[in-house]
């Protein structure tokens, strides 16, 4: 049974710091990984897909990077903003037709 | 429309009282979920539809609790005889499945449920 967890559960930087939020997963064998957002008292918005051949994927400020082998994802932001406040989850799918499995999520605060 | 739809945006309920929730997918979408999040809480899976197939309702937290996607697109979720426990907001999503489509998941923008 796939396992999707995430670390650290909450996270406070100053603005202007690079970070890197963790997904981790239990079963090596996943079709894609996806990462998103959520603001309080809104839905979740997607930021980065990556297929299992691909190896990151990058969106101005994002980049999301998979090592399968290691059941691992990272996202990565660079010149953190408070705007970037928000909860970022990942998600993993196994097959195309499978049911995707959600992290528990990180809760990032960026001080001005 | 261009996204997933969700209503009533917001409802509130007297406790017993019989609610029913709306998703209208994007069009086209192959599978649809149906997540409840609690105040302050991650998400929790309810029920998954796909294509044709029998739904996936393991996330279902009692018999209270049922949903149905009629023609393949819209799904209501629907909670008998509520309780105060149900209050959460009620997220759904749909993405097309499939090896060429990526299944990129969209979700919508929920459905507050209070309980009162």
């Known amino acids: 049974k796939q396992e999707v967890t995430q670390i650290p559960a909450a996270l406070s930087v100053p603005e202007g710091e690079n970070l890197v939020l963790n997904c981790s997963f239990t079963?090596?064998?996943?079709?894609?990984l996806q990462w998103f957002r959520q603001d309080p008292g809104k839905g979740l918005t997607s930021l980065l897909l990556i297929q299992s051949s691909q190896r990151e994927q990058t969106s101005g400020r994002l980049n999301a990077s998979l090592d399968k082998s290691s059941g691992r994802s990272t996202l990565y932001i660079a010149a953190s903003q408070p705007g970037d406040s928000a909860t970022y989850l990942c998600?993993?799918?196994?097959?195309?037709?499978?049911?995707?499995?959600f992290g528990p999520g990180t809760s990032l605060s960026v001080i001005p | 429309g261009a996204g997933v739809s969700q209503s009533p945006s917001n409802k509130v309920t007297e406790k017993g009282k019989d609610v029913e929730l709306r998703c209208d997918p994007i069009?086209?979408?192959?599978?649809l979920y149906w997540y409840r999040q609690s105040l302050g809480q991650g998400l929790e899976f309810l029920i998954y539809?796909?294509?044709?197939?029998?739904?996936?309702k393991s996330g279902l937290p009692s018999d209270r609790f049922s949903a149905e996607r009629t023609g393949g697109s819209v799904s209501t979720l629907t909670i008998q005889r509520t309780q105060q426990e149900d209050s959460a907001v009620y997220l759904c999503?749909?993405?097309?499945?499939?090896?060429?489509?990526?299944?990129?998941?969209?979700f919508g923008e929920g459905s507050w449920l209070t309980v009162v």
């Open positions: 069009s086209g979408h192959t599978a």
């Open positions: 998600a993993v799918l196994k097959t195309s037709y499978d049911k995707v499995i």
């Open positions: 539809f796909q294509g044709n197939s029998a739904p996936d």
């Open positions: 079963d090596s064998a996943i079709y894609n």
């Open positions: 999503a749909s993405s097309l499945q499939g090896e060429i489509s990526g299944n990129t998941i969209y």
